[in-house]
């Protein structure tokens, strides 16, 4: 017996003594995240090196880059940069993208000024070909940052942004609050607009894509500039979170 508490001893020691496991291969390189609850999604980019965003997030949701994509950096950290013409991410299907009720996505960009003078320049898409039926859209449109859900009536939030410093990378979130019927928009943790939504999802979308960077698989509204982040929580952000996380994404 004093024998088999010696051996038990010395393999605890050896466990405490063990190196931590690094991440396996393919997981998004490690950054702060200040606000976790409720997250589905959180693309950053490959460890590995090549230019793709990774989910990092608890449902490990599986990527694809398309057309040009290169590495780049932003507030210190790697990104990808996207090329405004061929350059997007797919993402495989999963119920975890379908949200039809309270919603975040918060993305780590930093766009061309261009976008103040007009265009389309989608950061987060979810639909499919039917017209209409966009579950969620947030990006930029016609000299504006807006977040739109398609119930199928459209509801949008837009802020125009003009006055936006196009030096420096910035945090943008569209926040859904369901219950209050409530469409927000916020950057770098400060409300900037807000809006009415009511309502319900009238049409499936269960198996609709999530895109990064362009719309309809690659076909349209392709983003310029680059992405460091990417995230989708299941739930609104209090509004003390976007602070939070702005101030974490942008090593304030």
């Known amino acids: 017996l004093p024998i088999l508490f010696v051996v038990l001893a010395l393999a605890a020691g050896a466990r405490a003594q063990e190196p931590p496991v690094p991440p396996a291969a393919g997981s998004p390189e490690t950054v702060s995240a200040a606000v976790t609850e409720g997250l589905v999604l959180h693309l950053a980019p490959d460890p590995a090196g090549s ?15 398309r057309g040009e994509l290169r590495r780049t950096e932003l507030a210190g950290r790697p990104a990808v940069e996207f090329d405004g013409q061929t350059g997007w991410i797919e993402l495989e299907p999963s119920p975890w993208l379908d949200r039809r009720g309270d919603l975040t996505v918060e993305v780590l960009a930093l766009p061309p000024a261009d976008v103040a ?29 807006v977040f739109r859900r ?17 030096s420096r990378p ?6 859904h609050r369901s ?41 349209s509204q392709f983003f310029r500039g680059a992405i ?6 299941r739930r609104p952000l209090t509004p003390e979170e976007p602070a939070a996380d702005a101030a974490a994404l942008l090593g304030q």
């Open 228 to 233: 460091g982040q990417v995230k989708i929580f």
């Open 117 to 145: 003078t007009g265009g389309f320049f989608m950061m987060v898409w979810r639909g499919d070909e039917r017209g209409g039926c966009d579950p969620y859209t947030f990006g930029f449109n016609g000299g504006q940052l």
């Open 51 to 65: 230019a793709d965003l990774i989910d990092g997030g608890p449902n490990a949701i599986r990527s694809v880059a």
């Open 179 to 219: 219950y209050e019927e409530i469409l927000e928009l916020w950057v770098d943790g400060k409300k900037v607009g807000h809006g009415k939504i009511a309502g319900n999802f009238k049409y499936d979308s269960a198996g609709m894509l999530t895109q990064i960077g362009a719309m309809d698989s690659g076909r």
């Open 150 to 166: 398609d119930l199928p009536k459209t509801f949008q939030v837009a802020w125009p942004v003009k006055s936006l410093d196009f």
């Open 170 to 175: 910035h945090v943008f979130a569209g926040v």
